[in-house]
């Protein structure tokens, strides 16, 4: 079995965004000021996965927060997020977290968001193989899109990359969401899904 500690941190979007501090931040102290205002993970989950060569790969969940004040999602596997919109004439709105839930069962997240529609993730690695699927339900009615970040745990450690994402439809009349996903053949510790948008009306619909 393989064992990586990753961290203390990682470069993603909740540590470069300009947060207005009037000094310049460390990556940690920027995490501490995002989990001031949103709810973050406490303590670390081990996460083993399965890699293509058998050896195995174990690494920890983080104190990273489950939606950052910039409308992230960071997703560990194993883990289901689910955000809540309130849609507004001009767009999604904000999201809100509403719930979590992780291999142990669902999360104390505090007092949940209130919300119109709902759009959930789950990270997962199929049965006895190193694939993984990220799975969403869509419950807005619109078509959506985002952006995906992937965290692949490799024999230097793990290493990030984008990934291509598919529209998500808007869920048909009668249904509760509209279910889509996405796989890869390799294991993926964490993703970080951001910029989730209303993808315009007549716009392609392609996998980018």
């Not at 104390?108 to 339900?137: E, R, V, W, Y």
Request: with cysteine; charged share 15%.
């Amino acid at each position: 079995m393989r064992k990586c500690l990753i961290w203390p941190v990682l470069a993603f979007s909740l540590m470069l965004a300009d947060d207005g501090f009037a000094q310049p931040q460390t990556p940690a102290q920027a995490l501490a000021a995002v989990c001031a205002k949103v709810p973050c993970r406490k303590g670390g989950r081990s996460v083993v996965l399965r890699t293509p060569d058998n050896r195995g790969f174990e690494g920890k969940t983080q104190p990273y927060p489950y939606l950052d004040d910039h409308g992230t999602v960071i997703l560990f596997a194993g883990e289901t997020i689910t955000i809540g919109f309130n849609k507004t004439a001009d767009g999604l709105g904000a999201p809100v977290l509403l719930k979590v839930s992780d291999p142990d069962g669902p999360v104390d997240i505090g007092a949940a968001g209130t919300a119109a529609a709902s759009l959930s993730f789950t990270l997962k690695q199929d049965d006895g193989k190193p694939s993984m699927m990220l799975t969403a339900a869509n419950g807005v009615p619109t078509t959506l899109k985002y952006s995906l970040q992937m965290f692949v745990p490799t024999a230097d450690g793990v290493r990030s990359g984008h990934s291509s994402t598919c529209p998500l439809m808007a869920p048909p009349a009668g249904v509760a969401s509209f279910g889509g996903f996405e796989s890869w053949p390799h294991p993926i510790l964490m993703v970080a899904v951001s910029d989730i948008r209303i993808l315009p009306t007549g716009s392609p619909q392609v996998c980018n």
